[in-house]
């Protein structure tokens, strides 16, 4: 059967002589291939796998440890031309309650099947399956050090009814080059800890994004205790599945609840998950003073870097990161699926 054709040196699809198989064990090699070579036209990630020295057989044992563990929520979606796998997609389970995300950089296609409309049937596809689990928002994001990735990866989803939400950074901390030595002490300022989401800390996160330059924290609707505390724990989770323990400190400035941090630490490195502190208590250093205390106790345990994630239009966290010895790593775009008609589903 005749599937894909040249006409005057261009390949023609039949978009209907594709189907798609949700990814087994199984479709793991398949899996690998195209995501190696899929990713060869994303010239900054290329040139990372390269440096990293990572191989198909890498990703294809990666891949079969991740869908041999995955939740009902996720999917492993493989596009198909007759018996020749040309596209992949992921999606899982955000934070958002009843919001499905596709993951970074998907969907990728092999390259000669390119611009072919493979990708919008792919993110199609997939968001039918996640609305039949009961999912209706589609949410996805890039990451990358290239903004020229990030402007392709916005371009290609805009055309499919995506609209961009919030651009964000990734700012990265290297300890050994920081000469922080010394905890911020602020009179009346006393902080308590916990491996578990308090409601304390959920009314200190909550409380201050309701008034908060992070767009995310408006469109997410952060503000209200409830979603806070899902996200928290949601957050939680994910980094604690990734080997991280949970750090939440909650802080009392004359014995009043002022702010929240919420960090997540590993053998090497550190993060900086949430950090909030209420409106009325602000211009009174008490974020220097959460963040340089963990700088210096990731510093003491031999930790090598802290990262930490914000809005690039949040210009006080960003000056008060950089103060701190925070550089910008990477470059990201969070988007939302609106216009569903151009997608094809309406």
């Known amino acids: 059967m005749i599937v894909a054709t040249r006409g005057q040196g261009k390949l023609k699809i039949n978009p209907e002589k594709i189907f798609f198989e949700n990814a087994t064990i199984a479709h793991a090699a398949d899996w690998a291939k195209i995501f190696i070579k899929g990713m060869n036209n994303c010239q900054w990630m290329s040139r990372y796998f390269k440096e990293q020295n990572i191989s198909e057989l890498d990703v294809s044992i990666s891949i079969t440890q991740d869908i041999s563990k995955k939740s009902d929520a996720e999917l492993f979606l493989i596009a198909y031309l007759s018996d020749k796998p040309i596209g992949i997609i992921r999606f899982d389970e955000y934070?958002?309650?009843?919001?499905?995300?596709?993951?970074?950089?998907?969907?990728?296609?092999?390259?000669?099947?390119?611009?072919?409309?493979?990708?919008?049937?792919?993110?199609?596809?997939?968001?039918?399956?996640?609305?039949?689990?009961?999912?209706?928002d589609c949410w996805t994001e890039c990451w990358s050090m290239d903004k020229r990735e990030i402007s392709l990866y916005q371009k290609f989803y805009e055309k499919i009814g995506f609209r961009k939400k919030s651009d964000r950074l990734e700012m990265n901390c290297v300890l050994e080059s920081i000469k922080i030595e010394d905890e911020v002490v602020l009179k009346g300022l006393r902080t308590e800890s916990s491996q578990e989401v308090t409601p304390e800390i959920v009314e200190a996160i909550s409380t201050s994004y309701g008034n908060s330059l992070d767009k995310?924290?408006?469109?997410?609707?952060?503000?209200?205790?409830?979603?806070?505390?899902?996200?928290?724990?949601?957050?939680?989770?994910?980094?604690?599945?990734?080997?991280?323990?949970?750090?939440?400190?909650?802080?009392?400035?004359?014995?009043?609840?002022?702010?929240?941090?919420?960090?997540?630490?590993?053998?090497?490195?550190?993060?900086?998950?949430?950090?909030?502190?209420?409106?009325?208590?602000?211009?009174?250093?008490?974020?220097?003073?959460?963040?340089?205390?963990?700088?210096?106790?990731?510093?003491?345990?031999?930790?090598?870097?802290?990262?930490?994630?914000?809005?690039?239009?949040?210009v006080p966290a960003i000056n008060l990161y950089a103060k701190l010895g925070f550089k910008k790593t990477w470059f990201g775009v969070l988007m939302l699926l609106e216009d569903k008609e151009k997608l094809g589903l309406v």
């Open 95 to 136: 934070w958002v309650p009843g919001a499905t995300k596709i993951l970074s950089h998907f969907p990728l296609i092999l390259p000669k099947f390119q611009r072919k409309g493979i990708g919008r049937l792919l993110v199609k596809e997939g968001f039918q399956q996640a609305f039949a689990k009961g999912f209706t």
């Open 216 to 314: 995310l924290h408006t469109i997410e609707h952060l503000d209200k205790p409830e979603i806070t505390k899902h996200f928290l724990e949601k957050t939680k989770k994910t980094v604690e599945n990734i080997g991280f323990s949970i750090q939440c400190i909650v802080a009392k400035y004359k014995k009043q609840l002022c702010a929240g941090l919420m960090t997540a630490t590993s053998k090497n490195k550190g993060m900086i998950l949430e950090i909030g502190v209420i409106p009325k208590y602000r211009k009174l250093k008490i974020a220097q003073s959460l963040i340089t205390n963990y700088i210096i106790q990731m510093k003491n345990q031999g930790i090598k870097e802290i990262v930490l994630g914000v809005d690039h239009e949040n």
